[in-house]
């Protein structure tokens, strides 16, 4: 999503570590979840339940596109979309929805890096396959970089389908040209590709002289209700709705630069990044901008990387 990842930090990947060589040292930075130098990431699709062979190929064919976004030449990896589809998900017990933990699959082994999901975000839950915590989905989101080799086989690692409150066919939604859709495509395939929230980077933090006290979390709630189309019965007024918004707009990711390579900033200057959540601006204290349904002018809705993104994926991968 705009804003969602499921990043670890090195000291809660408990269950992680136990497939370490013996003797294996603690794994700090982004050697975690790089891909290969020059990686092609082998990307699959799960059709949903209930959607036409054809009307499912039109939104992969829009979704491609959008993905190729990041296919330029400063881009050390590439995506393939040469990898069979799998089917519906089928599930073992009558009424489980399909992404929960009862969901199976039929499909024959196939290799693939990437799995995603069009199905659409309303009521969806999975459980973590690495940390065991039963997670709830609202907004698409992704597994950063290579984490998406550690989900169950048939267990997707991103999750693009149409915001619940969108009503028609599958492909006329990514077909639209709305900007906030694309943003999120092409957003959750920066993550796919190892990239974090720029926002959240300890190096643009301290340049831009940001903290968690630096936001105003009841406006970031009411921006995400109002112009992205999440339920206000997924983010409720609550200790869990405090904690998503601060972990993911608020506080440095993870904290610790050695987590990542990230790219370097000068002192006083802007985030101009796809990486970046859109309402990050709007949610600063510093900026009296009040949203309503029809406001929120003032986000900066990128729907391509930037030479900024490029220069974080090279930052990594050179």
Known sequence: ??????????????TARSASPQGAGEIMGTWDFKWPEGAELRVAFQRPPGVSTTE????????????????????????????????????????????NRTSTTSEAWRE????????????????????GKTEHIFMPQSEVG??????????????????????????AYYESGDAIMEMMVVHEFGHALGLGHEHQSPLARAALGLSKAS????????????????????????????????????????GNPRFSDWRAYARGSNINSIMSVAYHDCALLTNPHHCTSTGCTVMQILTYPTTEDFDALRAMYS
């Open 146 to 171: 290579s984490y998406a080799r550690r989900i169950d086989f048939g267990t997707p690692s991103m999750y693009l389908g149409p915001m619940s409150g969108y009503v028609g066919k599958l492909d």
């Open 112 to 131: 693939y890096d990437i799995l995603i999901s069009l199905e659409p975000i309303k009521g969806l839950t999975r459980t973590d396959t690495i940390g």
């Open 56 to 99: 499912f190929t039109d939104a992969k064919t829009a979704i491609i596109a959008l993905a190729q976004r990041w296919h330029q030449s400063r881009n050390p990896l590439r995506f393939s979309f040469d990898t069979p589809d799998f089917g519906p998900p089928e599930f073992k017990q009558q009424g489980k929805h399909p992404q």
């Open 215 to 254: 936001y105003d979390f009841d406006k970031a709630r009411e921006i995400l209700i109002n112009r992205f189309g999440v339920a206000p019965t997924d983010l409720p007024k609550s200790p869990e709705t405090a904690e998503f918004l601060e972990a993911h707009l608020g506080l440095p990711w993870p």
């Open 1 to 14: 999503m705009t804003c969602c990842t499921r990043a670890r930090l090195p000291q809660a990947r408990t």
